[in-house]
């Protein structure tokens, strides 16, 4: 069972205000990332860290940013959310230690009105 | 560009019959392969993975997939489904290097029918 925690699971907010979508991960995994998927769809890579102090955008352009100052934490902020940035973000790592397997946290469904 | 296909949007089996979820692949190398399965409302949950060596691996909660070359193929099956199987799955794959990110496909959605 992977150790990916990721918070607050749902959040409802308004347009222009700020959020941080947390995701901590207890495996020392030195590759995380940051997927979004909107209901019914399939997922997309937005941002992606190979370790700290790395940090690179992915397939889908995304708003949002990405910060990895600590191996365990990859935290994913929004400066000004609108709605459609309403959807679902799934954190994920991987390393060594899991043989390279990518594991999922539980997701993030935000909401913007 | 390597690219994941899963022909079937939704598909219903009836409790107790079997099931195959289709997936395709285009990639140079052999890829790294995997299934995942999501919940509603839920993260997802690895399935099984394809690195190397034998074909035919096997899943948690019963299912099994078969890595086919000369197809570029990585079909899922299970042999008796449940109703707890009723979920989204999707197919996915890496470069040839592990750890790296994943492209997926658009997900098969499985209804079970009583």
């Known amino acids: 069972e992977a150790d990916i925690y990721q918070t607050p699971r749902y959040l409802v907010i308004g347009t222009g205000k700020k959020i941080t979508l947390e995701c901590s991960q207890t495996?020392?995994?030195?590759?995380m990332y940051w997927y979004q998927q909107d209901p019914g769809m399939e997922l997309h890579l937005i941002h992606y860290?190979?370790?700290?102090?790395?940090?690179e955008k992915g397939d889908l352009s995304s708003e949002s940013t990405v910060s990895r100052i600590r191996t365990e934490h990859f935290p994913l902020t929004l400066e000004s959310a609108r709605p459609s940035h309403t959807s679902q973000y799934l954190c994920?790592?991987?390393?060594?230690?899991?043989?390279?397997?990518?594991?999922f946290g539980e997701g993030s469904w935000l909401t913007v009105v | 560009a390597q690219s994941v296909t899963q022909p079937d949007i939704h598909i219903t089996v009836s409790e107790g019959a079997s099931l195959e979820l289709r997936c395709n692949y285009s990639?140079?190398?052999?890829?790294?392969l995997f299934w995942y399965v999501q919940s509603p409302g839920q993260g997802l949950q690895l399935l099984l993975k394809?690195?190397?060596?034998?074909?035919l691996v096997q899943g948690i909660k019963g299912f099994e997939a078969e890595f086919k070359r000369s197809q570029s193929s990585f079909n899922l099956r299970k042999p008796s489904v449940h109703w707890s199987d009723a979920a989204e799955y999707f197919c996915?794959?890496?470069?040839?290097?592990?750890?790296?990110?994943?492209?997926f496909g658009k997900g098969t959605t499985l209804s079970v029918s009583s």
């Open positions: 860290s190979y370790g700290v102090n790395s940090t």
């Open positions: 994920a790592s991987s390393g060594a230690a899991s043989g390279n397997t990518i594991y």
């Open positions: 990639y140079g190398a052999t890829p790294y």
């Open positions: 996915a794959v890496a470069p040839n290097q592990a750890g790296t990110a994943l492209i």
């Open positions: 394809y690195f190397s060596g034998d074909t």
């Open positions: 495996m020392g995994h030195d590759k």
